[in-house]
Nanobody
Framework: QLQFVESGGGLVQPGGSLTLSCAVS????????IGWFRQAPGKEREGVSC????????RYADSVKGRFTISRDGAKNAVYLRMNTVKTEDTAVYYC?????????????????????WGQGTQVTVSS
């Protein structure tokens, strides 16, 4: 059974950096993309970034493009989210999840619908 465990969250000052980790248990053949999502208090969960596990393609939300970087370590079965130049509006609980729907020839999506096997989340607070 596919399971995700997020870690690396914490308190960071505006303009600072943080790296989130998503440890994946289960076979990589079970999913085609891994996504990072976040949910701020009082707001809906939104897609932040995702990566295709077959060809390494990546996608970013406009709000984090140029500041966040998603990466995957297949040997460690882990996915990371490097967050640079963070802003107060990046404060949220961050989650990772898998898209098990087979696809090819396109990038992963940031819509929540296809994703499942959600982790418990890790809190990121950006504040001075």
């Amino acid at each position: 059974q596919l399971q995700f465990v997020e870690s690396g969250g914490g308190l960071v000052q505006p303009g600072g950096s943080l790296t989130l980790s998503c440890a994946v248990s289960g076979s990589a053949t079970e999913y085609y993309a891994i996504g990072w999502f976040r949910q701020a208090p009082g707001k809906e969960r939104e897609g932040v970034s995702c990566t295709n596990t077959r060809d390494g393609g990546t996608r970013y939300a406009d709000s984090v493009k140029g500041r966040f970087t998603i990466s995957r370590d297949g040997a460690k079965n882990a996915v990371y989210l490097r967050m640079n130049t963070v802003k107060t509006e990046d404060t949220a609980v961050y989650y990772c999840a898998a898209d098990k729907t087979p696809f090819e020839g396109r990038l992963c999506v940031l819509q929540i619908g296809p994703y499942e096997s959600w982790g418990q989340g890790t809190q990121v607070t950006v504040s001075s």
